[in-house]
């Protein structure tokens, strides 16, 4: 369908209004139009309207099928990622997750072993249609020292296919030891990556994120950060954040994770909150396969009542940029989950309510978290950009989000890509002992 050398013309495919920037051309009810793509040299050298020129002879019809850029998926853990066989949860809790997985760091995270699970992943979110993809290291000493070198290492072996980009993760209390963490701010900086560390209710959490941002500041980075992973109503470490970018003047971008508490606390109470993200100018991503999976989990074995996703309807109504993305693969903080952004967008849609309208929500897997990477040109259809995008056969959002798609035609520079997943049978060796 997609020819393997030359030019050719996609001709009355679907295309998305809040993905097609600068497209004229009559919507649906479903933010959809027909369309005709020109692909020359790796690069969309036109999109049209349907029927708007002649079809040239390299014209490929492909019948209203939804055509989509690839993925950017802006919150993940692969170097957590793959363990659960060796290290499961032992009782699907937040904290079994916790000491499960700094049990496995400590024991198991050579090099070695990173290196295979991240590659692993990576090959896996590829053939899916990931362009773009944004991990969280763990970063408590002595880990950093072990997995920088290797980020560094798969983001250059993966450069062209998926843009990596590398967060360094650890508790706030670690941000006490001030001359360590400045060591590793520095280390982030030197590896080009992002400030991130995850919040509690600590007695110092203020002057903490003073320190952090003052890091950030100093070393030129972007802030990343875990928040309010907990349905406790006093976790308001999302506030905090927002009121610790507003008093340090902090201008670069910051993104926040989670937020789960925020859907558990008085409206009055959310109001303030949002205002003084928008204010800030913060964006937000909300994992809603891991948060279902983890939060109010119940060990009496009764019916969880709460969905552990954030507001984030609330947030786009006040312009705060929101996203979605996969967080964690096949670990204890999630048994489940392949890095396939177009399974986050399905769940999304329905844990989340993105529908009825669509609007523009799916930006939240695209557009959206490639801004506040600073991926100019990635997540949307436009003439002069890359051709990078996934073709489907659904022509609907009911036929799209109904079915993997696991037939689906990821194309990058212009070309089908090979999407074979890796099997599975590989990390054996990595399982025992």
């Keep these: ?41 790796g690069k969309i050298s036109s999109i049209a ?5 002649k079809a040239p002879a390299d014209t490929v019809n492909l019948g209203g099928r939804i055509v989509l850029p690839c993925f950017v998926d802006c919150h ?5 990622g793959h363990i659960w066989p060796r290290k499961p949860n032992p009782d699907g809790t937040f904290m079994g997750a916790l000491n499960a997985a700094g049990a496995d760091r400590v024991a198991r995270w050579s090099a070695e072993d990173l290196a295979k699970r991240m590659d692993f992943s990576l090959r896996s979110a590829y053939a899916h249609g990931t362009r773009a993809l944004r991990t969280h290291l763990d970063s408590v000493a002595p880990q950093e020292e072990i997995s920088w070198p290797v980020f560094e290492m798969m983001r250059e072996t993966w450069r062209g296919r998926i843009e990596l980009q590398g967060s360094c993760l650890l508790g ?27 919040t509690y209710m600590v007695p110092d959490l203020e002057e903490l ?39 340090s003047g902090f201008e670069g971008n910051i993104l926040v994770g989670h937020c789960c508490s925020l859907a558990r606390q008085p409206d009055l109470e959310v109001l303030d909150t949002l205002d003084k993200v928008a204010k800030a100018g913060l964006a937000v991503v909300s994992l809603p396969m891991c948060n279902l999976y983890l939060q109010d989990r119940r060990l009496d074995k009764t019916t969880p009542r709460w969905r552990g996703v954030t507001l984030l309807h609330e947030m786009k109504a006040r312009g705060i940029p929101v996203a979605v993305a996969s967080d964690n693969t096949r670990d204890p903080f999630y048994a489940y989950g392949d890095l396939d952004m177009l399974e986050v967008y399905r769940m999304a849609t329905r844990i989340l ?62 070309r089908a890509i090979d999407r074979l997943l890796p099997d599975y049978a590989e990390l054996d060796e990595l399982m025992v002992g």
């Design 209 to 247: 994120l003073d320190q952090v941002f003052a890091q950030a500041i100093k070393h030129g980075l972007d802030l990343d950060f875990h928040a309010d992973e907990t349905d406790d109503i006093a976790a308001i470490s999302l506030k905090k954040i927002a009121e610790a970018a507003l008093w």
């Design 172 to 198: 706030i209390e670690g941000v006490r030891d001030k001359g360590w963490f400045e060591g590793l701010a520095k280390r982030v900086a030197a590896a080009k990556g992002v400030l991130g560390v995850v």
């Design 49 to 53: 309207a349907h029927g708007k020129t």
């Design 76 to 80: 993940t853990h692969i170097d957590k």
């Design 353 to 414: 309510h993105l529908d009825h309208p669509v609007a523009d929500w799916p930006q939240a897997v695209a557009a959206t978290p490639a801004r506040v990477m600073g991926l100019d040109g990635v997540g949307t259809l436009a003439a002069g950009g890359d051709a990078d995008f996934i073709l489907f056969k659904g022509r609907s959002w009911t036929e799209l989000l109904s079915r993997p798609e696991s037939d689906r035609i990821v194309v990058r520079g212009g």
């Design 1 to 41: 369908m997609i020819p393997a050398s030359g030019s050719y013309h996609l001709a009355n495919v679907r295309v998305h209004r809040s993905l097609t920037p600068g497209l004229a051309a009559t919507y649906d009810n479903d933010g959809f139009t027909l369309a005709d793509i020109a692909v020359a040299d």
